[in-house]
């Protein structure tokens, strides 16, 4: 099979095979040197980010990709500052964005509002986060660090802790590990377990075990990505309170983990990794902040056709 990205939307990381995530690693990988000095591959193109949800790092990492590759940005980070707020629909939005921008990141709160914009868009759509469904090109962030940092991702031993029912980078990135030789832990309070169907896929794929304490695996694993509880998604803000702090990765949780543990989080952190984390070896959630910005050059040149 041809891999095309040109033009291509990314809604899902589901709509990528093992070979064109792989090629978008190792195009991250020669990204890399690209973000030091810069590049006009991209000059005249323009990024509309459309945020109707907050970010710091997805947002801002868009914009610094497409700058470094000499191209601009326009968007909204409030979508109260678009008129969205006069009453504009999504669509019409959508509908006129596409003549000002080459490509557009969107963020909202509705699962399935990516795949809306991309049927009426003539540009491409990239999902930079919808609901709690998916957040594709964070996944690809974290796979790329995964494979930085322990030179593989197959036969890793995997374990992700927290709001597995909320949480939509996790969904994406269990989504992604289905296509790799792991073995995945998943830990997380009762009621924020993975959801039915998407649990049923992942378990018919690879070795999936739930666990309620990750001291039952911290001696055996490879891998730790913390996730915080998604505050926001909750329908019962009730709910939220009584979950709060129910994990938390500290220095006694870490003290039989193996030497070459990496933690990873796709922040922002709350309160479940604590700060005397960041000063030991295993931590390794901010490295994967910077590589957001060599994946996302990535993406860009490939969805407008400067790299193949
Ligand atoms: N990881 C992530 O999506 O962070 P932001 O919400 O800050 O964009």
Redesign the pocket.
Known sequence: MVMEFRNRNIISIQDFTRKEIDHVLKTSQVMEPVAKIGSSMLRGKILATLFF????????SFEAAMQKLGGSTIGFSDAETSSAKKGENFVDTIRTVENYADVIAL?HRLEGAASVAAEYSRVPIIN??TGAQE?PT?ALIDLYTIQKERGQIDNLKIAVIGDLRYGR?VHSLVKALMQYNVELFLVSPEILRMQGSLLREVKSKISVTEIQSLDEVMSEIDVLYVTRIQQERFPDPGEYVKLKGTYRVDLKSVKTAKKDLIILH???RIDEIAPEIDQTPYARYFQQVGN?LFVRMAILSLVLGATK
Do not use: D, N, V
């Open positions: 949800e907050p970010s710091t790092r997805t947002r801002l963020r930079s986060g957040h964070q980078t796709p922040l922002p957001g």
